[in-house]
């Protein structure tokens, strides 16, 4: 059996999804790697890990050849946040990386690619709430601009040289296992952290503030989903929509107030509530349901409580910090 390799393995959806494919594969058989050694050998320390920088094709080879690699997860990127700060490097990480990624399907005769997109993609002029699959996409930001971009060019390679590749537009994921870094989104995770670390948190974008999210086990296995899914039952090759669950970033104060009655938030907005307007408040995501039965387990309450668990017991060891 061929190797899974997974670039951008210490990130917040790598780090997690990393764990389920050792779990599904044996930990001998994906191999972790990211731009950053220590990262991914803190988070993730069993199983093999390199370094490599997905800009270089020829580590990514050297990867991907010296592993008998046949599937790719490419998870390497500048986020949303971060892109606006520096959109140069953002065009070049994330562009790059997936073309090379894309090369060495077709060299190396991939059996299968995976590469996230993002409700990033969308932008002004589309219907906001249940946002269709097909609609025309404008981008506000230089990380909206490589998803969409990128889409076109997974959509390209598969209709031009047959690569397998398959994609997800993921909404904000909310983890407990990585701190937040970078994402627009990432408010949601950053106030439980608040939350139990301060009891207090400063909100970045207005507390009526609707985005789509999804918390990160269902990210997991809707992404292992759409991998396990027949040829044929995939019918799009450039971003799936998958809903997970809508809130405001009030109503999300509120449940964790359930849980943590002394906490409080306060909404200070700043240049990211510009992007998070851009954006859909939900997706229609009845495409996922038909072609791989996608439906999520989640929703806010039970994925609240779980979030305050998980947090809370690493407060207590003293092992949650940001």
Known sequence: MGKVLVTGAAGQIGSELVVALREKHGEENVIATDILLKAVEKVLPSGPNEQVDVTEIRKLREAVSTWDVTTVYHLAAILSASGEKNPQLAWDVNMKGLQNVLELAVEMSLER???????????PGIPRVKTPQDVPLFPTTMYGITKATGELLCNYYHQRYGVDVRSIRYPGIISNKVAPHGGTTDYAVDMFYQAILKRHYACFVRSNTVLPMMYMED???????????????????????????????????????????????????DFRQKIADSWPESVDDSRARKDWGWKPKYDLTAMSKDMISELSDRARRGTLVL
């Open 113 to 123: 690619v995976y590469w996230p997109s993002s409700i990033a993609v969308f932008g």
């Open 219 to 269: 990210a997991i296995r809707a992404t292992l989903m759409l991998m396990d899914a027949s040829p044929k039952k995939v019918t799009y090759r450039m971003g799936y929509n998958v809903a997970g669950l809508s809130f405001s970033a009030g109503d999300l104060a509120k449940e964790i107030k359930k849980h943590i009655p002394g906490f409080s938030c306060e909404f200070v907005p």
